[in-house]
């Protein structure tokens, strides 16, 4: 994997994402998924999906199970390699990129389910967050501030912990690496209403802070606040890209099957 | 006093040993996923490389230290990881155990080969055995110092690694969702590829300690077994927690020293109960032990096997038959046997098959089975004595009933482990059985009965009689134990075919599934155990006959592995893979070794030569089990899917089987040697499919066969229209039946049942 990345992607490791440093002409967007094919096994589920995620934007991949929402997630993040098509990091191919070295260049995944160690406490979750390259003091200053909770139960296992609880912690990761881009995978699932809310209004500070975010989420109506953009994937391809309220209208024909 | 506290000491100092071998295990469980079987052999191979350093060539010992613990065992682990336990990723427990399993006996064979068996060797302890410090009467040995510290400074050190740093976290986490690890910047398998080199040393330092304390004799498989014995030490902490493990193994130390201190030496079976107390310490801790929940989803594994319909099994039951009666024809009497006795471990395969194949289950002893049918047809089972002995019919059921019934009650405790857990507890029966029952050579007086199990350590078994059928002509055994097979196999098929095989695959996808469908487990389980162990035990009676005269060695735990392993490569889920798995571990190999002999024997120039060649085949053994992780559903399954191209290519096959005729007339009329004949077929078999393709390219290029559908069917009317034949497609692919009635809306279509997933496509 790491083998083909270095052929395919010409960008070194250490200089990292950063807004508006693209080389060619006007900015590019920070992360772009041109004509991607993914696929597991023999059965393709991505035909060909055209995304992109501007500078300090945020880009909500919406659109009913089975769409490709998370798929598009996995590629962006490096875990499955695509089979056709391009994957940029800010203007650059790194086609078959390894998820450590994606992660590396600044793009944190919270994958769906929660992104967190079940066996391992929630000191030793940030510490292992800490493989990007953030200091741990800063990381645990970043999570506890935010969630005052998680300073109180620092040493106890992730896995024993509430479903909130657990998908602060993964959020957390965010908060103390000071990614470039953000991938969010239904962060609601699970959820109840109000940590929905809660969890939502940390990405709109995290978006008021300038940071870009891909999020898929089948709950629209908590995403859509705090989208620039908004994208409905069906049947694997991206069928509208538009303003948030245009392609909400489109979203619940869409889930009708109309 | 004194003695209790000598003692005490001898059995803190094992303890620690264990405690050492077993830290290593649960180092590379909880970062790869995978148990190390090979961890013993590891241990072995790295102190018979330290006596080679230290006593072979005379190095000083510190030198020979540092390479072979800062060198030799880092580097046997990156190596282990790198190139083969790396691929195991999303494998099923059988594949992982059988590649760990083949790693074992590769170097097992390996050291043999190196290191001749026959010549003593001996580590001697630390400053020697004479060094030693008194304390109030009790005298410790400056060896047995070492090993203690050694062990606490290990205990401490691993427990600051997994707690105070950093990688040490990545490695716990490891475990739980490596690609997590990914997302969080680091490599997975580079903290896998750390924990194996970590494991991997600390197998050899477990090694290079525990020889002098066992008599200091090196021997490659008691070395590879006593390392074994620390799994019971890992099971304490669940595989999990270093602390419980070194707790663990410290009761084990102890119990086995108290034992040899404090039983009377006067019961004849205290030697062999203190070797088996681990296996023993080993089932019961396994079976108190609270177990993991079941998983809901399904299990996701890389083997695919699919299920022929009775009919055609009935078919290459009936062909069998005839290829060996017409390779019979060309063999000497003395090959007629050897292939009878390979045909009784294909009927012991068997049992393999419905067990593992089918129901996922493992059973990593089967011989030990085999031996229970063994004793009971020796004890119930004889008619007449010398020349004119023969085994009875009904001594044979018998038997096989009472292995049934023992596979059951083994089962039995068993019946709530699953996958390794289960594979360990049969794993412990099995060396148990070896120990105390297959040793136990001296008489008991039960109910006023005097018997002993296994009299002089060895039992005659004489060849079968039914009727007017008399086993003891090799012609008559071969062909029986063939239509046996044949007969057994079919039976298997069918089995799978029925509801019963259905709800066994079904417990094997999924048991959690399965149980939520109101399945009871546990009589699944413990029918299709007996079902196994009854198929073992007749395998094994015919295997004991076919030798004459049998050992404990015959039975022993790693014939058992060597047994499973080479059925895995061949395909566990197949009949033909029992078939192919049999053979070459009960006389394939013995073949390929006598074979090379004969011939370094016939040319003494080239002997060296031709005893190297023969040792690397045996070594070569284990590639196969290894390669199991690289085609997991095994080759007789690769075989298939490389003839299923030839299916519309019948000139081709009857080219091939005209040619296979012509080479058989040929050997048949003596212008042949068997050798060329072998040699021919093997070619012929595997060029065929190659050939096959090349002739169908040319004569029907891309005709024949429908171009592969560009769209992907969930875009089947969206992304184009939706006509008629897209539909009768879509049917076929679906197995509805229907098709060519026209659209019945809301009608009920026979649906196949998912589990056969293998048979989705011949449906008409």
């Known amino acids: 994997m790491t083998g083909q990345a270095a052929g395919g992607h010409e960008m070194d490791a250490t200089s990292g994402l950063s807004p508006g440093t693209a080389d060619a002409g006007g900015p590019e967007p920070l992360l772009e998924l041109v004509a991607a094919r993914a696929a597991y096994g023999p059965i393709e589920v991505l035909h060909g999906v055209d995304l992109k995620v501007e500078a300090g934007s945020v880009l909500a991949l919406l659109g009913p199970n089975g769409g490709g929402k998370s798929t598009t997630m996995k590629v962006c993040a490096g875990l499955l390699p695509l089979t056709g098509g391009d994957l940029r990091f800010a203007g650059r191919r790194v086609n078959g990129i390894s998820a450590q070295d994606a992660a590396r260049l600044g793009v944190c995944s919270i994958p769906e389910g929660r992104g967190i160690f079940a066996n391992l406490s929630v000191r030793e979750n940030l510490w292992v967050a800490t493989g990007t390259g953030a200091r741990m003091e800063e990381m645990e200053e970043a999570a506890y501030s935010r969630f005052p909770i998680l300073g109180k139960r620092r040493n106890q296992l992730a896995g024993s912990m509430s479903g ?3 998908q602060m912690l993964a959020l957390s990761r965010a908060l103390g690496s000071n990614p470039a881009v953000l991938l969010l995978d239904e962060l609601s699932m699970g959820l109840a209403p109000m940590i929905v809310t809660q969890m939502y209004d940390t990405v709109a500070q995290l978006v008021a802070e300038g940071l870009s975010i891909l999020v898929a989420e089948q709950f629209a109506r908590a995403v859509l606040p705090i989208a620039d953009t908004a994208a409905l994937m069906l049947h694997g391809r991206v069928v509208s890209v538009g303003r948030p309220d245009e392609i909400e209208e489109q979203l619940s024909s869409s889930y009708l099957g109309g | 006093m004194t003695t209790f506290l000598t003692f005490t000491i001898l059995g803190l100092v094992l303890g620690a040993v264990y405690a050492i071998a077993a830290s290593g295990l649960v180092l590379t469980y909880n970062t790869s996923g995978i148990f190390n079987f090979a961890h013993g052999a590891q241990a072995m191979l790295g102190a018979f490389l330290y006596w080679q350093l230290a006593y072979g060539w005379g190095w000083p010992v510190w030198l020979a230290l540092v390479v072979v613990l800062g060198v030799v065992g880092p580097a046997m682990g990156g190596l282990l990881h790198a190139l083969i336990m790396k691929g195991l990723r999303d494998t099923a427990d059988v594949t992982k155990i059988v590649v760990t399993v083949a790693v074992l006996l590769g ?30 009467g009790v005298v410790i040995r400056v060896h047995e110092i070492i090993c203690l510290v050694v062990a606490a400074a290990i ?30 910047g680091h490599n997975p398998e580079r903290v896998a590829a750390l924990s194996w080199m970590m494991g991997s040393t600390l197998a050899v330092l477990a090694g290079i300690l525990i020889t002098p304390i066992g008599g200091g004799a090196l021997q490659a498989n008691a070395l590879t077994l006593l390392v074994i014995d620390a799994f019971a030490a890992a099971m304490f902490g669940r595989l999990r927690s270093i602390p419980r493990t070194f707790a663990g193994a410290i009761v084990l130390g102890m119990t086995a020293t108290y034992v040899m201190a404090y039983f009377p030496s006067a019961w004849t079976w205290t030697s062999n109960f203190r070797i088996s107390l681990p296996m023993i310490i080993l089932f019961v801790v396994l079976i108190v032990l609270p177990q993991e929940r079941l998983r809901g989803a399904a299990i996701r594994t890389r083997e695919r096997y699919r299920v022929p319909t009775v009919r055609r099994a009935a078919v290459w039951g009936v062909a069998l038959v005839a290829v060996v009666y017409l390779l019979k024809l060309l063999m000497v009497e003395t090959s007629v046997s050897t292939f009878a006795l390979g045909m009784t471990f294909a009927i012991i395969a068997l049992s393999l098959t419905v067990l593992t194949g089918y129901a996922g289950e493992l059973n990593l002893a089967p011989l030990s089975f085999g031996a229970v ?11 007449g004595t010398g020349l004119a002995a023969r085994l009875d019919v009904w001594g044979v059921l018998l038997a096989v009933l009472v292995t049934a019934v023992v596979g059951g009650l083994v089962a039995l405790p068993a019946l709530r482990l699953r996958g390794l857990y289960l594979a360990l507890a049969t794993l412990a029966f099995g060396v148990f059985l070896s120990n105390m029952v ?16 296994f009299p002089n350590g060895s039992l005659i078994i004489p060849p079968l009689r039914i009727g007017p059928l008399d086993l003891r002509d090799g012609d008559t055994f071969l062909m029986t134990a063939t239509v046996l097979f044949a007969l057994i196999g079919v039976g298997l098929i069918a089995l799978r075919n029925s509801g019963y095989g259905r709800r066994l695959a079904a417990m094997k996808d999924s ?7 109101g399945q009871n487990l546990v009589k699944l389980k413990l029918s299709v155990f007996m079902i196994s162990a009854a198929i073992a035990g007749l395998g094994s009676v015919l295997m004991s006959s076919a030798i004459g005269s049998v050992a404990s060695e015959n039975f022993n735990v790693m014939a058992g592995l060597a047994l499973l392993m080479l059925t895995v490569a061949a395909g566990i889920g197949y009949v033909s893979g029992a078939l192919f798995g049999g053979l070459m571990s009960g006389v394939g190999f013995v073949i390929i070794v006598a074979t090379f002999n004969d011939l370094a024997a016939a040319n003494p120039d080239l002997a060296p030569v031709y005893q190297a060649i023969g040792s690397l085949s045996v070594v070569s053994t284990a590639l196969l089990g290894i390669g199991v992780g690289k085609s997991p559903s095994g080759t007789v399954h690769d075989v298939v899917e490389s003839y299923r191209s030839l299916r519309d290519a019948r000139p081709v096959l009857v080219g091939g089987a005209v040619l296979e005729a012509a080479l058989y007339g040929l050997t048949l009329a003596g212008i042949m040697d068997n050798w060329w004949f072998a040699i021919l077929t093997a070619c012929l078999v595997m060029m065929l499919p190659v050939f096959g393709r090349m002739v169908m390219a040319r004569v029907a290029p891309d005709e024949g066969r429908p171009a592969p559908h560009r769209t992907p069917p969930e875009l089947v009317g969206v992304d184009e229209p939706y006509t008629e034949e897209l539909r009768r497609e879509l049917d076929r692919e679906l197995g509805l039946s229907g098709h060519d009635r026209g659209p019945t809306p809301g009608g009920r279509r026979p649906v196949r049942s998912g589990a056969e997933e293998g048979n989705v496509h011949v449906v008409a």
């Open chain 2, 373 to 383: 049918a063994t004793i009971v047809v020796f004890h119930f089972g004889v008619v």
């Open chain 2, 438 to 453: 297959l040793r136990d050579t001296t008489e008991h007086t039960v109910f006023g009965v005097t018997f002993s199990l």
């Open chain 2, 511 to 517: 048991p959690a599934a399965s149980a939520m469908l």
């Open chain 2, 155 to 184: 205990a401490i050190g691993l427990r600051l690694l997994f707690t105070r740093s950093r990688v040490g976290v990545v490695m716990r986490g490891a475990v739980d969702d490596p690609d997590l690890l990914r997302l969080n």
């Open chain 1, 164 to 166: 909130g609880e657990q």
């Open chain 2, 107 to 136: 170097m097992v064979y390996l050291s043999q080969w190196i290191w001749h068996p026959e010549e003593a060797r001996i580590v001697e302890m630390f400053f020697g055995s004479n060094a030693k410090v008194e304390f109030s």
